[in-house]
């Protein structure tokens, strides 16, 4: 049997501190902030146990027997590779892709650094070793991990050990036999309410005396001194799911997470006072190449549904028809379709890494850079291709209950393809897609999950294979010379 959504339900009723509006939040199930997001996290576990679906969203964990999500699948080869992103895409179905943590970008980031095991082996023994048992103990039990691994945006000017509070990014304070205390904020952990555990890292660059930053380990969301300072729900403020239907749903919250002196035991310690290792974490394992490989999949759905969106509204407001509309439409499903292109080629451009077979790094790399900028363009397109019509609406659903209103809204809410109410849901929808709080913290997190653009494309810079590059332009270069040409025939043959 694989996890199901009623046994995470019951995981996150665990005593967990989360802040929201000044208080302190009794049950992240149950409170009107979260509970229809948790919900949909643990739909996400129904819908693998399912009969219908175990077979191609599980597979038998080597360790237990038991069937648990591909995600955390060890891939060997490309078949296998295909075969996990398509239960992510499963995944990522339910949601139209609008679930950005959904328990597999963790997971694959797990999955990328046991590939690179050998990265943690160099900087110990011990906390390789630990590293292996908690990723078993995590697939085994189907662990919806969410991490943090940026620290607070403060003044970027300072290096995380140049700020008047030594402890503002998380950071070791005392060790013993049992284990390490940490005390300090990371940014955000997209998710922390409805995940089982966090994983601790620092993927930003370190200095050398700045090894008391450079540690990473994982912990339970219950953990003593853990504190989780919600950002505004936005399914909180939404009126109805009518109204709004993603925000409603969807909305898996971001938190600003603080360890106000955190007991972690070594057994959860993954790398101690090694900035060397802390780098090497995500860019020499393939943690980073694995757990961005996951969002592209994600946002290849996300970008169907938008461009779906998008067509909708054309025919809703009946402009399909017009040419420079549909070309416009033409340039988005081709900008979609790129997504899912360099998804493709990521897999079948792929190779192999200490044994397993992975993505292209570069491509993923390259998905990015175009992505962060893609996002935010299609999003005006949308605009562009909506006009007013999203504005021009029902205050709430309650308006159609009145029976005077409702026949205003029916004699003015006219749409070329259907009846009033079905224009304003749909619109309802599309604004929740481009628009809404909701919406815009997507295009925010589209930018911005992955690095600020000048580090995905240091990225690009950096897995780019710039010597077939040279090689090609030598190639052309070494046909002629100043010499041959002063000398005699000014044109070389080939
Ligand atoms: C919605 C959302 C969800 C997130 N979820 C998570 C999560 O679950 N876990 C997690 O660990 N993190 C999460 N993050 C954090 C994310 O990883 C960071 O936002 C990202 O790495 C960028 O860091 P920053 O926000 O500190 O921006 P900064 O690094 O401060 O950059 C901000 C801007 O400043 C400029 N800038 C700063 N430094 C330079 C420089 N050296 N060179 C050139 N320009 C520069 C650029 O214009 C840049 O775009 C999330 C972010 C968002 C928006």
């Known amino acids: 049997m694989a996890k199901t959504g009623a046994e995470h339900l019951k995981s996150l009723q665990d005593g967990r501190v989360v802040y929201l509006n000044g208080k302190l939040v009794d049950d992240v199930t149950t409170h009107p902030a979260y509970r229809n997001a948790v919900g949909a996290a643990a739909s996400l576990y129904d819908f693998q146990a399912h009969p219908d679906n175990i077979d191609w969203m599980t597979f038998e964990s080597p360790t237990s027997g038991g069937r648990v999500n591909r995600c955390w699948q060890l891939t060997k080869s490309y078949e296998e590779l295909v075969a996990r992103r398509r239960a992510i895409e499963g995944w990522s179905r339910l949601s139209g892709g609008w679930l950005g943590r959904s328990p597999d970008h963790i997971a694959s980031s797990m999955v990328g650094q046991v590939m690179g095991l050998p990265v943690f082996e160099k900087h110990s023994k011990e906390r390789a070793g630990a ?17 943090v691994i940026i620290n607070p945006q403060a003044d970027r000017s300072k290096s995380v050990s140049e700020h008047d509070d030594e402890f503002l990014a998380t950071g070791v304070v005392d060790e013993d036999a049992e284990g390490i205390t940490v005390r300090g904020a990371k940014m955000l952990g997209t998710g922390s309410i409805m995940a089982n555990e966090v994983l601790f890292a620092n993927i930003q660059p370190l200095r050398p005396g700045e090894e008391k930053y ?5 912990i339970p969301m219950n953990t003593k001194g853990l504190k989780v300072m919600s950002r505004r729900s936005y399914e909180e403020s939404a009126t109805s799911s009518f109204d709004y239907p993603l925000s409603s749903r969807y909305d898996e919250n971001d938190a600003l997470v603080y360890c106000d ?15 060397e290792a802390a780098r090497g974490q995500f860019q020499d394992t393939y943690a980073h190449y694995m757990q961005n490989y996951q969002a592209m999949t994600r946002l290849m759905i996300k970008m169907q549904f938008q461009v779906g969106v998008a067509r909708r509204m054309c025919e809703t407001i009946g402009t399909i028809g017009i040419p420079s509309v549909a070309e416009k439409l033409g340039h988005m ?7 899912e292109g360099l998804v493709y080629g990521m897999e079948s451009g792929g190779g192999m890494f200490n044994g397993y077979y992975v993505p292209d790094r570069n491509l993923m790399y390259t998905a990015q850079v175009l992505t962060q900028q893609l996002y935010p363009e299609f999003i005006t397109s949308m605009r562009e291709l909506a006009g007013g019509g999203l504005i021009m609406l029902p205050s709430s659903a309650e308006d159609f ?8 809204i029916n004699a003015t809410q006219k749409s070329a393809i259907g009846s009033a ?11 929740d897609c481009i628009g809404s709080e909701f919406a815009s913290r997507h295009t925010q997190y589209e930018m911005f999950y992955a690095g600020a653009q000048f580090v ?20 052309i270069l070494d ?3 100043l010499s041959d040409t002063i000398g005699g025939d000014k044109i070389a043959a080939e």
Do not use: C, G
């Open 421 to 431: 109410e079905e224009k304003v849901k749909f619109m309802k929808l599309a604004w």
């Open 261 to 275: 002196d955190v007991k972690v035991p070594w057994e959860r310690v993954f790398i101690y006072k090694d900035t």
């Open 401 to 408: 209950a009145d029976p005077d209103l409702n026949r205003y």
């Open 131 to 147: 590293l292996m048992d908690y990723f078993q103990y995590a697939r085994d039990n189907d662990i919806y991990m969410t991490y």
């Open 214 to 218: 450079a540690i990473s380990f994982a």
């Open 479 to 481: 046909k002629y010379s």
């Open 456 to 475: 995905t494309r240091s990225h690009a810079m950096r897995t780019y294979d710039w010597d077939r590059s040279a090689e090609l332009v030598d190639s």
């Open 333 to 339: 499903a081709a900008q979609a379709a790129m997504v």
